[in-house]
DNA sequence: TCCGTATGGTCAAGATACTTGACGATCTTC
DNA sequence: GAAGATCGTCAAGTATCTTGACCATACGGA
């Protein structure tokens, strides 16, 4: 199936893992070199898949180390610099006196805001690219990929 | 579209990006973990992404730098390492005495070969999970968003 | 031929992201 | 209460990537 390659079409991958990190490494950069110029210098793909995981109304941490795929260690290191940042503050949980509850501060607030805008600018031009159609359906396969997402890949290293 | 976020159902992303990060993520996981499990200790997702745009033939570092979405000295500390590793050999252009070739020793070679068994077991088992139909489409899809990749995302950043 | 400039590659230092290991504090269970 | 689990932190090390400076070779023209 590996055809010769020669010197113009050169055997570069066509699978569906080289495809997708393509295209999300080209989103993630379209995306933050978007907020960086939209005045939040501070933001990062690292930290970007951190608050990916923390709704609008804020979560636990311990909830948060859960769901990223990472180490609680990992997890603790990006909050430390988004609290730094002013970006997010973290509370005691009243519930739990171990416990930390996360939560946006309104400069979070305001980047979540900048970043649903140009999340939908690029979804537009997105679809102006390959079609509604084309679109729709790369939304379908992605969903139900999650959805049917077995257990053989990425859980969490679980740090002991 | 952001639909009030509630306690349960909890305001996750859902677009394109965010849908594109998460799969590609888990499909680096499966098959970093499987290569790892074949015995290609050395195997990490950078690497991968490095190998992914040497040709089996090898080719010039120079050129690699181009289609890498990197600094020259991150692809050169990258082929530092898998060198080191015994995984690529580096030799000098006869036809440029500044240049170098980069190529694949016998080890390098059998890992390309592990990773093409491995990748084709796990488009198999999303072809399983998701249906032939919409792997199609997912594979269209991704081949449209990257021919008609105009510019204004991820080139490389050229460092002077 | 010789000079100016561009290109290919390296060295070095620092920033960011992530890992592992150890640990203290608090909750839970019996 | 006391044992054990959970939540968060501190500390140190590794991998990846950036920037800046630098040398050697190639190329293009005067």
Redesign the pocket.
Known sequence: MVKEPDEKTDGLPDHVGWRLWQASRAWQAEFAAAMRAAGHAWF????A??LGHIPRNGT???????RA?????????????LEAEGVLE?LP?P????????RYTRKGLDALRDGDRIKLQIERSYIDRIGEQRFAALMDALRSLDAEQGDASGEA?A??
């Open positions: 990062s793909e690292a930290r898949g951190l636990r941490q311990s909830a948060l180390i859960e795929a990472t180490s609680k260690q990992a997890v603790q290191q990006l909050l430390d610099g973290r949980d519930r739990d006196g171990r416990g930390k509850l996360v290293p740090s002991k």
